[in-house]
């Protein structure tokens, strides 16, 4: 086998030279003799990762000046509650979409800081499509909701108008197509699945909008206090910081976001069009709600499972296996996942419709 071809829903595929990159900054990195991990991230050399991480990402989403960025701890999981603390008024309340796994999750931490309304919801269909956005009360102060389900393989293809701001949990489709950022309050990611390793997530904050609450907001939740420090409010993840960085750079060289919203539209209509056309496989998700980003679908037939199993196993192909809440296949095609990765497992495909 000379090529692994990693569909992995994350922590997932990352560019090679990357990889490289990264691995020789452990070893000696800066120009003080010293390794990127052994460095204090005071120093003069990391500064200039975190202020460089924080504005390419800037230029990359196009944001406006109102929008400062964080890279900081906890993952998305830790959003869930930090959103809801820094933007949801004493007393207060917000409107959420439940489109998933890791919408519900930020359901149940929001309701920690205030009344919190499900005012859309694809729970009823096992999750496999995007429900309509109604109009919500003004007395919410946003609506928030998941613009890709890693899980499910759904996506919003489209900026939902619920008449309040918004605020997203991008961490599976952040940096793979435009968007429009005027209605955004702010924009959570985890690095892990579109712009680098486990260990940081990525915060786009409109710093207008900030500070309203009129809460107590214990320090680490509060993005006014990281803000106020650069990011560097207490010791940043380094290594994770500077291989977003390394990401990032890779992805602006390549053209940007409209460059590799091109690539990720080839890779995606090519699986689609192979498990549409295939009568052994069927899609998970409703056509007009397929991610780009995930694609899952399941053999019509469970017991062809294992010679299907031995044959993408056998092309190199690594991490397609469903989460484990819904079953059959997901391939993950992150923005470091090449063409030709989809190809080879459009090949087996189309190889094991012949041979079954
Ligand atoms: C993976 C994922 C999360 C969880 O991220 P952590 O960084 O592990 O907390 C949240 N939301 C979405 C959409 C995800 O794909």
Request: net charge negative; proline share 5%; glycine share 8%.
């Amino acid at each position: 086998m000379d090529k692994i071809h990693n569909f992995s829903a994350g922590p997932c595929i990352l560019p090679p030279e990357v990889l490289k990159e990264a691995s020789e900054a452990v070893k000696i990195w800066g120009g003080n003799g010293l390794s990127l991990i052994e460095m204090s991230h005071r120093s003069k050399p990391f500064v200039a990762v975190m202020e460089e991480a924080r504005a390419i990402t800037k230029e990359l989403l196009g944001l406006p000046d109102r929008f400062e960025i964080l890279y900081l701890q906890g993952g998305a999981s830790l959003g869930f509650l930090t959103a809801a603390y820094n933007f949801i008024p004493e007393g207060g309340s917000a409107a959420y979409s439940d489109t998933g796994t890791w919408a519900a999750k930020a359901v149940k931490e929001a309701k920690h800081l205030g009344h919190i309304e499900v005012v859309a919801s694809s729970k009823a269909s096992g999750y496999n499509a995007i429900p309509h956005t109604p109009s919500v009360a003004t007395k919410h102060s946003y609506f928030h909701y998941t613009t890709n389900n890693t899980i499910y393989g759904t996506q919003y293809k489209h900026i939902p108008e619920p008449g309040v701001p918004l605020i997203a949990d991008m961490s599976s489709d952040i940096m793979s197509k435009k968007f429009d950022s005027t209605p955004f309050q702010l924009i959570y990611a985890g690095a892990q699945k579109n712009m680098g390793p486990a260990g940081t997530v990525m915060y786009a904050i409109d710093k207008e909008a900030l500070g309203k609450t009129g809460r107590e907001i214990p320090s680490y939740l509060d993005l006014g206090v990281h803000l106020s420090k650069d990011s560097m409010f207490n010791t940043p993840p380094v290594f994770s910081i500077f291989t977003t960085l390394l990401t990032l750079r890779w992805l602006k060289n390549l053209g940007g976001i409209e460059a590799i919203e091109a690539r990720n539209n080839a890779k995606s209509d090519l699986i689609y069009g192979e498990i549409d056309r295939n009568e052994l496989f069927t899609g998970y998700a409703e056509i007009d709600s397929r991610s780009t980003m995930n694609a899952t679908f399941q053999l019509r037939d469970s017991n062809h499972q294992e010679k299907f199993n031995a044959a993408w196993t056998d092309a190199g192909i690594s991490g397609i296996n469903g989460h484990r809440s819904i079953g059959g296949y997901r391939a993950s095609m992150y923005n470091a996942l090449p063409l030709e990765s989809v190809q080879v497992l459009v090949d087996v495909m189309k190889e094991f419709e012949r041979t079954i």
